[in-house]
């Protein structure tokens, strides 16, 4: 398969402050949604003065993590809102695998509209590098939230936090492979079988930008049974098999979901508490048949059944997740629900997108009159992820924001498998802190 890969650079603090040594997600592949590796990213300049944890372990690494600046975020003045002559604070670097000089040309035009599209939306503290044609890992961080619990944060939003203690940055923040054999349309004349770049590069972008959640099978990847966070586990030792379990790690998304029985952090904290963290197996198979028979399991899957449940999962109570499917990895649960948002201002983070039609016509049928594609959903969840959003953060419902809510007004059934089957008019949109078009 012929294809170009993306990435994103945020340009790095000069400063290195650490005593501890912590840890990181790396991700190597980003055609792998499930796997990644652990990581320390403290800074080499100040490795030679790291006090050891008393096991060496992940769950040590863990405990050192700087603090979510959440006070600092909320004395800030609200952003005016998009300028369209605002200075774009996104660079590009391009280079195509491909051979395609026209195809990486048109790719090049498209990303830098949609990052003007961003930056116009947004203030980025630390200027952003776009590179297509290399490989490298995207990276996610542990911060401490306010409520005392450790979640993985993308590198991208850590960035804008301009923190002044030491972090080891990877060098890319997002990762994102495009398939340059899909059927693209970089212009305004795009045919019934083609997607339009721009629409789908800004929808990963925001994915990237941290739109995703953690929960997923990682043990039954293909076929899933129960769902957990992050289930991170180390080697310890590389010339013995035990393995020492981290435990269950959400994303900085997952702390604002809420669903009929509870909030998922909730969920997850019950699950570290059954089968908790700083435990060492002699193997994997004895880690993994201890999980399998431990009461987190079973939560696992009830959060399962609730995941693939319509209209069960709500970011911050308001805005509701994709749950109307059979549950898929980087559809559900880190999307908004396509049956409710596809005629309204938030059409843009659903996880499939109508062939045929541009990101402006999209917009001039459902976007916001001033925010375009951004609509009140999505700047409510990048503003309470933390990104300062121009015009604040809306504090509307965004379900009722369309009279095109009700659902027996909505003409698209995202969820249909005969739609699938019948092929031709939808592509499905897969997230990642890569960014992925199959």
Known sequence: MSGFVLYLIFILPAYFRSTHAFYCLDRLNPLEFSQAVVVECSPPSRKRNITPSPDNSISAGLKNVLKFPAANIKTLPVLPQPDGNAKSMIHMDVSCHDGDNALCANVKSALIKTASTISQEYLHVRQILILIGSAAPARTIPLEDEDNVIRFYPQALIKQFNLTSALLYGPYDIQAIFNSDSEFSF??????????????????????????????????????????????????????????????????????????????????????HDFGPSTDFISDDALLRSYQN???????????????????????????????????AGSSVSHVSADLYSSTQDFLMRHVQQQGSTLEECIQKHGDPVYGAFGPGLRAVLGNLGYRVRGGIPTNDPSRKDSTLDSSKITLKASSRSDAQRGASWVTLFLGLWLLLL
């Open 294 to 328: 431990s009461h987190a399991w079973d939560i696992g899957k009830d959060i399962l059944v609730e995941a693939s449940t319509a209209n069960t999962f709500k970011f911050d109570g308001k805005i509701v997740l994709e749950t109307s499917i059979k549950f898929k």
């Open 187 to 272: 212009d305004d004349s795009i045919t019934t079988n083609q997607s339009d770049f721009r629409y789908v590069s800004l929808h990963e972008l925001i994915h990237g930008l941290g739109f995703t959640s953690a929960w997923d099978d990682y043990v039954n990847t293909a076929d899933p049974v129960s769902i957990t966070p992050h289930l991170l586990f180390v080697y310890p030792d590389p010339s013995k098999h035990n393995v020492h379990f981290a435990g269950f790690i959400e994303n900085a998304f997952d702390r604002f979901i809420q669903t009929p029985t509870g909030s998922l952090s909730q969920k997850a904290a019950q699950m570290n």
